[in-house]
Every structure is written in structure tokens, then in C-alpha cells.
């Protein structure tokens, strides 16, 4: 099993990225993802989630509005649209599937900053 993050960067304040999680290794149309980011010093919190079909989706209150988590399960992948940056945003984003046992990427930096 195994996740990858990709599409972090370096974006200036109201710009906007796309995050993708491809995944591997299991029947991904079978898990829900979830995103998560964490700041320097502080702790991982919850971002949003998506079903397994993709019809389901939640936010944390400090990105609704602004971002949008969606899935191509021919793809195997999960995306995370990032619009209306702040610098509150930056941080190390990770995907996790709820497969038994569940299961992080390893991380993609996003930096928001002038």
C-alpha cells in the first residue's frame, strides 16, 4: 500500500494549488481519504474527507469555502484544489486512507507567503 502527495509549492496569498494522492497497492474505490496538513510546531489537524464513491464530502471550518477534495477512482487518485491561499495554510499536507490499519503519504510542503 502506498500514497504519494504531489503539487506543493510555493504560492503567494490568494493564489491557489491542487493537491494530488495517487494511490497504490489496494482497491482504492473501496476507502475513504482524508487530508490533513501540519504547521511548524504545531499539531496534524483534519482538512477534509471524501466517501468512496466521492458523493460525500466534509471540510474543517478554516478551509470550507476555499478548498475542494475530490476523487478519480479510475485514476487512483485524490485531489485537494487550494483556492484563496493564506499564510495560515502553509504547512506539510498529507493524504491518509481509512484501509484497515490505515496508511499516510508522505507529505507535500505548501508554503503561502509574499
Known amino acids: 500500500v502506498q500514497l504519494v502527495e504531489s503539487g506543493g509549492g510555493l504560492v503567494q496569498p490568494g493564489g491557489s494549488l491542487r493537491l494530488s494522492c495517487a494511490a497504490a497497492g489496494y482497491t482504492f474505490s473501496r476507502y475513504g481519504i482524508t487530508w490533513h496538513r501540519q504547521a511548524p510546531g504545531k499539531e496534524r489537524e483534519w482538512v477534509a474527507g471524501i466517501s468512496t464513491s466521492g458523493g460525500v464530502t466534509t471540510y474543517a471550518d478554516s478551509v470550507k469555502g476555499r478548498f475542494t477534495i475530490s476523487r478519480d477512482n479510475a485514476k487512483n487518485t485524490v485531489y485537494l484544489q487550494m483556492n484563496s491561499l493564506k499564510a495560515e495554510d502553509t504547512g506539510v499536507y498529507y493524504c491518509?486512507?481509512?484501509?484497515?490499519?490505515?496508511?499516510w503519504g508522505q507529505g507535500t510542503q505548501v508554503t503561502v507567503s509574499s
Open positions: 491518509y486512507s481509512t484501509i484497515t490499519g490505515g496508511r
